[in-house]
């Protein structure tokens, strides 16, 4: 709603307690329910999101190219004589809601810059509890000539003030020091644990995976078919193509711990099928790698103190001031916390790791846009190897920025440029709306089979036939992070006694984070379990978070989708954007939206190849078995 918008005075409440009775027009930060009149800068967001997103990825371009004494903040993070700028992997570029909540601070603030412009109030009053948002729209409103009043909220909790300032109290090089000795710690099991012998022939391939998405059974037996690579093993055996395998672990329900990954690998390697090389990143660190780490980022220090001119007033362009209080505390790590020591350790492993291996003609890496991986793709490069293809293995979500990057940014070259790949895997309806949105030129892009999902190849639409019994079954699907878990549960309990009709729950969790019925005693659920293309045809509707990908499997499967919209979040589903799917904010609109789907109002939305999907995987075979291998210089500058 934007109806208050010409009113003298703006509210931007930020706050879970009641609005007070105050003059003005109310813009709620959280929530995408507009009630009193007020407006949701949420909602703001998704209307105006490509306009929102284009201002974020020209301040991050703009920001990189502003100069200090004379040189680019890109030149000043340089990491020795490696032909390596850290700037690449700090907080800024990565844009990563993962982390943390500041990427979708900054959004809402670009939003509300938009807001202010087209009302044009003559004062505005924050109130929030978080001193950066306070201190970030009173910047707004200076740069505006809008006077500005701020008040706290008063509902933040103590121990949540008291965690901050304790944490606060930690200088950080000392974060950074202990970066460095966790990560020297864990990785004890598997230190120097390197293959026996990599592959050296012409005919091998290298991939960088995660060590995961693995049938735990098969991997202690000494069998490897990790799902981000599913059938791709035949396709290899078929093609004469030998691998090299670099794994990286990350902790999961599958692999949960570096010991018996370790294990596991030995075993695989072991094995007299021939599965390639393998061998986790991690047993390329030793003490002469943390030693280098540490030294580097004990020389870099000197660096980046020209760098504080970041906080000064008028520096770099517009937007910076604004969003500066927000970003500042992510920005101080990457200089000289915990993360910066851990930006030296990845590019150290990285370098380690593809100096050791013999000349690879190509290689192909799991790509998500996170910020390691400007790092990997540097060292490739700097060890003299062939062609990179990075292959998303997930959907691209609109506001995962990770996968974003500026136009300018890709195409500017020069010393410290952006580390890229070749090339990018286009699999699906959302990378390739992922490519357009930042004019990622088509003779960087090769499409081949989306692998992770090929298990949607054999499923059929099924045709929704109302329960003979007149109940109403729900799949509730599981999210990730067990507080958006939680909310999302409770909006559906609050939602129950608006429905005139009876509903049964059934509930797959999400496996790295279950669900247990005791904590919902106001909700009454079976818990399911299997893939969700078998499970489908008993429900009536799936009601899934805006953080989990198991919507698209249900909605492809024929199952209607209703997406809970986080009311702290930004709207992260893989399904944003296609008709027919129905978001909802409130138990009001996920009342109507079980109502509407009830009485058959709502079609499904037709969804062609939403994944490129083939068994026979006939592009990949064409991309393995290409005859050449594309050069630097036959193809325009690449990334995303």
Same mark, same amino acid.
């Given at each position: 709603?934007?109806?208050?918008?010409?009113?003298?005075?703006?509210?931007?409440?930020?706050?879970?307690?009641?609005?007070?009775?105050?003059?003005?027009?109310?813009?709620?930060?959280?929530?995408?329910?507009?009630?009193?009149?007020?407006?949701?800068?949420?909602?703001?967001?998704?209307?105006?999101?490509?306009?929102?997103?284009?201002?974020?990825?020209?301040?991050?371009?703009?920001?990189?190219?502003?100069?200090?004494?004379?040189?680019?903040?890109?030149?000043?993070?340089?990491?020795?004589?490696?032909?390596?700028?850290?700037?690449?992997?700090?907080?800024?570029?990565?844009?990563?809601?993962?982390?943390?909540?500041?990427?979708?601070?900054?959004?809402?603030?670009?939003?509300?810059?938009?807001?202010?412009?087209?009302?044009?109030?003559?004062?505005?009053?924050?109130?929030?509890?978080?001193?950066?948002?306070?201190?970030?729209?009173?910047?707004?409103?200076?740069?505006?000539?809008?006077?500005?009043?701020?008040?706290?909220?008063?509902?933040?909790?103590?121990?949540?003030?008291?965690?901050?300032?304790?944490?606060?109290?930690?200088?950080?090089?000392?974060?950074?020091?202990?970066?460095?000795?966790?990560?020297?710690?864990?990785?004890?099991?598997?230190?120097?644990?390197?293959?026996?012998?990599?592959?050296?022939?012409?005919?091998?391939?290298?991939?960088?995976?995660?060590?995961?998405?693995?049938?735990?059974?098969?991997?202690?037996?000494?069998?490897?078919?990790?799902?981000?690579?599913?059938?791709?093993?035949?396709?290899?055996?078929?093609?004469?193509?030998?691998?090299?395998?670099?794994?990286?672990?990350?902790?999961?329900?599958?692999?949960?711990?570096?010991?018996?990954?370790?294990?596991?690998?030995?075993?695989?390697?072991?094995?007299?099928?021939?599965?390639?090389?393998?061998?986790?990143?991690?047993?390329?660190?030793?003490?002469?790698?943390?030693?280098?780490?540490?030294?580097?980022?004990?020389?870099?220090?000197?660096?980046?103190?020209?760098?504080?001119?970041?906080?000064?007033?008028?520096?770099?362009?517009?937007?910076?001031?604004?969003?500066?209080?927000?970003?500042?505390?992510?920005?101080?790590?990457?200089?000289?916390?915990?993360?910066?020591?851990?930006?030296?350790?990845?590019?150290?492993?990285?370098?380690?790791?593809?100096?050791?291996?013999?000349?690879?003609?190509?290689?192909?890496?799991?790509?998500?846009?996170?910020?390691?991986?400007?790092?990997?793709?540097?060292?490739?490069?700097?060890?003299?190897?062939?062609?990179?293809?990075?292959?998303?293995?997930?959907?691209?979500?609109?506001?995962?920025?990770?996968?974003?990057?500026?136009?300018?940014?890709?195409?500017?070259?020069?010393?410290?440029?952006?580390?890229?790949?070749?090339?990018?895997?286009?699999?699906?309806?959302?990378?390739?709306?992922?490519?357009?949105?930042?004019?990622?030129?088509?003779?960087?892009?090769?499409?081949?089979?989306?692998?992770?999902?090929?298990?949607?190849?054999?499923?059929?639409?099924?045709?929704?036939?109302?329960?003979?019994?007149?109940?109403?079954?729900?799949?509730?699907?599981?999210?990730?992070?067990?507080?958006?878990?939680?909310?999302?549960?409770?909006?559906?309990?609050?939602?129950?006694?608006?429905?005139?009709?009876?509903?049964?729950?059934?509930?797959?969790?999400?496996?790295?984070?279950?669900?247990?019925?005791?904590?919902?005693?106001?909700?009454?659920?079976?818990?399911?379990?299997?893939?969700?293309?078998?499970?489908?045809?008993?429900?009536?509707?799936?009601?899934?978070?805006?953080?989990?990908?198991?919507?698209?499997?249900?909605?492809?499967?024929?199952?209607?989708?209703?997406?809970?919209?986080?009311?702290? %979040?930004? !709207? =992260?589903?893989?399904? *944003?954007? /296609?008709?027919?799917?129905?978001? @909802?904010? &409130?138990?009001? +609109? $996920?009342?109507?939206?079980?109502?509407?789907?009830?009485?058959?109002?709502?079609?499904?939305?037709?969804?062609?190849?939403?994944?490129?999907? %083939?068994? !026979? =995987?006939?592009?990949? *075979?064409? /991309?393995?078995?290409?005859?050449? @291998?594309? &050069?630097?210089? +036959? $193809?325009?500058?690449?990334?995303?």
């Amino acid at each position: 709603m934007t109806d208050g918008l010409g009113c003298s005075r703006f509210v931007v409440w930020d706050s879970t307690g009641s609005r007070v009775n105050w003059d003005g027009h109310f813009v709620d930060w959280n929530g995408y329910a507009e009630s009193g009149g007020a407006t949701s800068l949420l909602r703001h967001v998704e209307v105006n999101a490509e306009e929102i997103r284009d201002r974020y990825l020209t301040w991050v371009d703009e920001l990189g190219e502003s100069r200090i004494g004379g040189r680019r903040i890109v030149d000043r993070m340089a990491v020795g004589s490696t032909g390596f700028s850290i700037w690449w992997m700090s907080s800024i570029v990565e844009k990563s809601f993962w982390n943390t909540s500041t990427m979708a601070t900054v959004v809402r603030l670009i939003a509300l810059d938009g807001l202010i412009a087209r009302g044009e109030p003559e004062t505005v009053t924050v109130v929030s509890d978080r001193k950066e948002v306070r201190r970030a729209v009173r910047r707004l409103c200076e740069l505006r000539e809008i006077p500005c009043s701020t008040e706290r909220a008063g509902v933040e909790a103590f121990g949540v003030r008291f965690r901050r300032w304790i944490f606060g109290l930690l200088p950080r090089p000392i974060q950074a020091l202990r970066a460095l000795i966790d990560y020297a710690v864990r990785g004890r099991p598997v230190r120097g644990r390197r293959p026996r012998q990599w592959d050296d022939s012409a005919s091998s391939l290298f991939l960088l995976s995660c060590f995961g998405h693995l049938n735990s059974k098969e991997a202690a037996a000494g069998r490897f078919d990790s799902r981000y690579w599913q059938g791709l093993y035949e396709v290899f055996r078929e093609s004469g193509v030998t691998t090299n395998w670099l794994q990286y672990f990350a902790t999961s329900a599958d692999v949960p711990d570096l010991a018996t990954a370790s294990s596991w690998i030995d075993k695989i390697d072991a094995n007299s099928e021939d599965q390639g090389n393998h061998v986790l990143l991690e047993s390329y660190a030793s003490p002469r790698l943390h030693a280098r780490a540490l030294w580097r980022w004990i020389c870099q220090l000197p660096s980046m103190v020209p760098l504080r001119a970041l906080a000064r007033p008028g520096f770099g362009p517009d937007l910076h001031a604004i969003l500066w209080p927000v970003v500042r505390e992510e920005w101080l790590d990457d200089l000289r916390g915990a993360r910066s020591m851990n930006h030296q350790l990845w590019l150290a492993v990285f370098e380690a790791a593809c100096g050791d291996l013999p000349h690879q003609r190509r290689g192909l890496y799991l790509y998500e846009g996170a910020s390691w991986e400007r790092a990997f793709v540097h060292a490739w490069r700097s060890a003299g190897h062939g062609e990179l293809v990075g292959v998303p293995h997930a959907t691209i979500r609109f506001w995962d920025l990770r996968y974003y990057i500026h136009q300018r940014t890709r195409e500017r070259g020069g010393l410290y440029s952006l580390p890229q790949p070749d090339r990018l895997v286009r699999n699906s309806v959302t990378a390739a709306a992922a490519f357009e949105a930042v004019g990622y030129p088509e003779q960087r892009v090769v499409d081949c089979e989306s692998l992770r999902y090929a298990h949607l190849i054999d499923v059929e639409t099924m045709d929704q036939v109302p329960s003979s019994d007149g109940i109403f079954r729900v799949l509730v699907l599981g999210e990730v992070r067990p507080v958006a878990m939680q909310k999302m549960l409770r909006m559906l309990a609050a939602t129950i006694p608006l429905l005139d009709f009876e509903i049964e729950l059934a509930l797959k969790a999400h496996p790295h984070s279950p669900v247990r019925s005791e904590d919902h005693p106001s909700l009454s659920f079976q818990a399911v379990d299997g893939l969700l293309n078998k499970l489908v045809g008993d429900f009536d509707v799936a009601y899934s978070s805006n953080g989990t990908s198991a919507g698209v499997d249900v909605l492809l499967a024929g199952l209607p989708v209703v997406v809970w919209l986080d009311d702290d %979040d930004l !709207n =992260l589903s893989d399904l *944003r954007g /296609l008709p027919g799917v129905g978001f @909802v904010g &409130s138990p009001e +609109d $996920l009342a109507s939206s079980f109502q509407g789907i009830r009485a058959g109002d709502v079609p499904l939305p037709s969804i062609p190849n939403f994944f490129t999907l %083939d068994a !026979n =995987l006939p592009r990949w *075979r064409s /991309l393995l078995t290409e005859s050449s @291998v594309p &050069s630097l210089a +036959d $193809l325009p500058e690449a990334g995303l």
